[in-house]
Nanobody, 123 residues
C-alpha cells in the first residue's frame, strides 16, 4: 500500500515557476515508477511527466518538454515536478501517481493517486 500527498501548488504569473512535491509512504517506494498528471475543468486528465524506479529515465509530452522536470529522492520518499516558464494553459489540478512500470504510469494506469494540488497561472 502506498499513499501519496501532493503539495506546492499555488498562484503564479505567466512565465513564473513552481515546484510541486509528492510525498509517498510505503516500504517499497523506490521500486515504483512515478508520474504527474493534470486536469483542468472541462478537460480530460493529461499526462505530464514520468520517472522510472530503476535508472531514473524520464518521459514528457511535447506540451511541457523543456519547461518541466521530474525528479525523485528515494531517501526522502519524494518525487518533484519543477515547472518553469508557466503558461495559462498549464493551470490545472496536478496529481501524483505511482505504478509498477513507467508505461503504466504514462497511460494513466498507476496503482496509486494523490488528492491533487491546484496550480493557477494568471495571464
Amino acid at each position: 500500500q502506498v499513499q501519496l500527498e501532493e503539495s506546492g501548488g499555488g498562484l503564479v504569473q505567466a512565465g513564473g515557476s513552481l515546484r510541486l512535491s509528492c510525498a509517498a509512504s510505503g516500504r517499497t517506494f523506490s521500486r515504483y515508477a512515478m508520474g504527474w498528471f493534470r486536469q483542468a475543468p472541462g478537460k480530460e486528465r493529461e499526462f505530464v511527466a514520468a520517472i522510472s524506479w530503476s535508472d531514473g529515465s524520464t518521459w514528457y509530452p511535447d506540451s511541457v518538454k523543456g519547461r518541466f522536470t521530474i525528479s525523485r529522492d528515494n531517501a526522502k520518499n519524494t518525487v518533484y515536478l519543477q515547472m518553469n516558464s508557466l503558461k495559462p494553459e498549464d493551470a490545472a489540478v496536478y496529481y501524483c501517481t505511482a505504478g509498477l512500470t513507467p508505461g503504466a504510469v504514462r497511460r494513466g494506469n498507476g496503482d496509486y493517486w494523490g488528492q491533487g494540488t491546484q496550480v493557477t497561472v494568471s495571464s
